[in-house]
């Protein structure tokens, strides 16, 4: 026995594929009994924006992580407005998990994001717009700042403000002072939402 | 460029360092303890400078949210030490050894080799150190066959690999013996022996291109050190995805010792040896 060299890189020992690697035969793989080959469909069909509905389809009963981790990574990459619309719909899920990787992939995809991004702090569900308050703590986009002053000067529920402040304590500019000033007046029996917008005030005059 | 250390302290609070100490581990993996906070601070100081930006803070907002994500990649440049050489973060290779392959074995039916792929090749330190190690402290190596696969982007530096050239830097962390044994001197610096240097198969790859790794399969071992950091997330998903479509189940990954697969994704299972934490694809999965 010894140390071995082969001249050629090994592939897998047999051709699994069972159908065609068209967009066609790619989104019927994604029901594939066997996870490598969902895996390996979800993965290219990342080169057919036309998937997108089958990919997202798949998402809601795909059982195996690590295809619903290729699913994501697809999307991401795919990035156009149905791929976007489909992971901001994810936030409206039970599942947590499904709803944290929806945020991930989101946070990734800041200019496909922008767009919509007005649209999600201004869900019917409160919960939604923390989340969509989340994505923006690390969404690579100049209109950070000017959603969360958005947030804070209009949205009613006390938790979706206090989770904007909190960032605007870290992001925010002399912009925001005003907003912050106006938050404390809306909320004035609430000591987290005084603390934070004080908190941020302080910071924003130490720049 | 003001590099003292009082003038750091003075513009990066404790306040800062905790803020920037968990912002840069979220997005790189990368944990800097409190012991290196002269390193942060002075290069943190360094950049705030040369960006032209007034404070940690307006510095820290632009490097979170900038959309090219330039600086950030700079700054995490800074942040890392961009050199390979012999015997590199042995410990893995002791945890290679001891842990790793008398688990592989164990459960292994004879007849099929063992495959390990290193990846960057980088000049070929990692793949030699490698072979180097199974050759000398592996005793199932008299039972086993391995294939050593070694693969990077860069033809220039497969070709550098493929030669063995090596300075003196290069493998300074080597024992004499082992020196002597698998190198010979020459006129500026040491070449690995013709043994070694047909140990390991040198391939090109691009990590993030599917086309090139899908025939990239069945391996038992993954070395991917120092590599990862370099990358915007959905690429080190990506390449986390591809490593474990290449590895059998029960294969195992091994990262740089400031990386960690826990940031990127949640499919491998943690495995913490006596010598070293790595990465496993799940036995169960397929």
């Not at chain 1, 090994?10 to 790619?26: H, I, Q, V, Y």
């Not at chain 1, 499904?98 to 994001?113: G, T, W």
């Not at chain 2, 493929?162 to 020459?186: D, E, M, V, W």
Request: aromatic share 10%; proline share 4%.
């Amino acid at each position: 026995m010894a140390i071995i060299k082969i001249p050629k890189t090994r592939t897998a020992g047999s051709d699994e594929r069972r159908r065609p690697r068209d967009c066609a035969g790619l989104v019927a793989e994604l029901s594939d009994g066997s996870p490598v080959a969902r895996r390996w469909a979800a993965r290219d069909l990342a080169e057919c924006p036309d998937g997108t509905a089958a990919l997202l389809e798949r998402l809601k009963q795909e059982p195996d992580i690590s295809v619903r981790e290729v699913i994501f990574t697809s999307l991401t990459r795919i990035g156009h407005f149905a791929a976007v619309l489909g992971l901001v719909e994810c936030l409206h899920s039970e599942d947590v998990a499904l709803r944290n990787e929806a945020i991930d992939a989101l946070k990734q995809m800041p200019d496909e994001v922008a767009p919509v991004m007005h649209g999600m702090l201004m869900d019917a569900d409160s919960d939604v717009r923390i989340f969509a308050v989340n994505i923006l703590e690390s969404l690579r986009h100049p209109q950070v700042e000017s959603w969360l002053i958005e947030v804070i000067e209009s949205d009613p529920h006390v938790n979706v403000c206090a989770t904007a402040v909190d960032l605007l304590g870290e992001v925010g500019s002399s912009a925001a002072r005003q907003a912050l000033a106006h938050l404390k007046g809306r909320f004035p029996d609430e000591p987290y939402v005084q603390f934070a917008a004080d908190l941020a005030l302080r910071r924003i005059d130490e720049d | 460029m003001r590099t003292d250390p009082d003038a750091a302290q003075t513009l990066i609070s404790d306040e800062d360092f905790l803020k920037f100490q968990e912002f840069f581990y979220r997005k790189t993996g990368i944990q800097f303890e409190c012991s290196k906070r002269y390193f942060v601070d002075k290069r943190l100081v360094e950049r705030i400078e040369a960006t032209g930006s007034s404070s940690f803070r307006s510095y820290f907002t632009m490097l979170r949210f900038q959309a090219t994500g330039e600086e950030l990649q700079h700054l995490t440049n800074l942040m890392t030490v961009n050199e390979t050489y012999f015997f590199r973060e042995e410990y893995q290779f002791k945890c290679l050894v001891d842990s790793i392959l008398p688990e592989l074995t164990a459960r292994r039916a004879k007849g099929h080799p063992i495959r390990i792929w290193s990846i960057p090749s980088s000049s070929g330190e990692e793949a030699y150190s490698i072979a180097i190690y199974l050759l000398e402290f592996w005793k199932g190596l008299a039972e086993w066959d391995i294939e050593i696969i070694s693969s990077d982007i860069d033809t220039k530096i497969l070709s550098a690999a493929r030669q063995g050239f090596y300075s003196a830097r290069s493998i300074q962390h080597l024992p004499a013996r082992l020196l002597n044994k698998y190198f010979t001197h020459t006129d500026d610096g040491y070449q690995a022996c013709m043994d070694l240097r047909e140990a390991v198969e040198f391939t090109r790859v691009n990590l993030t291109e599917p086309a090139d790794t899908r025939s990239y399969r069945d391996f038992d071992i993954i070395f991917c050190r120092n590599l990862l950091i370099y990358f915007d997330e959905l690429s080190r998903k990506t390449a986390a995805q591809t490593f474990f479509d290449a590895m059998r189940p029960g294969g195992f990954l091994c990262l740089g010792h400031s990386e960690s697969m826990s940031r990127i994704s949640s499919i491998y299972k943690i495995r913490k040896f006596p010598e070293a934490i790595v990465y496993q694809k799940p036995l169960e999965s397929r």
